[in-house]
């Protein structure tokens, strides 16, 4: 059973920053993509970003040129650079691991942005 769990969320004024965090338990957390998805009151969880084993990341659109997945694997850790931010940022933000058949996610983090 993999346990993630997310941190760094918080209130912050439009255009300031955030970084989020995720741990995984599990020795081979490398092996796995990992992603961040939210979602926001009365709205449907949706991708923000994702990375691959080997580094490769997606993002949605909404993200691009704002927000920059990262994962450091000596620390089964990923991270979401959020800058910019905007008030429809405002969302609960989720870890997903990916292992093909089973998904696992975390309890998610609060991210606030007042305008």
């Known amino acids: 059973q993999v346990q993630l769990v997310e941190s760094g969320g918080g209130l912050v004024q439009a255009g300031g920053s955030l970084t989020l965090s995720c741990v995984a338990s599990?020795?081979?957390?490398?092996?796995?993509?990992m992603g961040w998805y939210r979602q926001a009151p009365g709205k449907q969880r949706e991708l923000v970003a994702t990375?691959?084993?080997?580094?490769?990341?997606n993002y949605a659109d909404f993200a691009k040129g704002r927000f920059t997945i990262s994962r450091d694997n000596a620390k089964n850790t990923v991270y979401l650079q959020m800058n910019s931010l905007r008030p429809e940022d405002t969302a609960v933000y989720y870890c997903?691991?990916?292992?093909?058949?089973?998904?696992?996610w975390g309890q998610g983090t609060q991210v606030t942005v007042s305008s």
């Open positions: 997903n691991q990916d292992q093909g058949p089973l998904n696992y």
């Open positions: 990375i691959t084993r080997g580094g490769r990341t």
């Open positions: 599990g020795d081979i957390f490398r092996i796995y993509t």
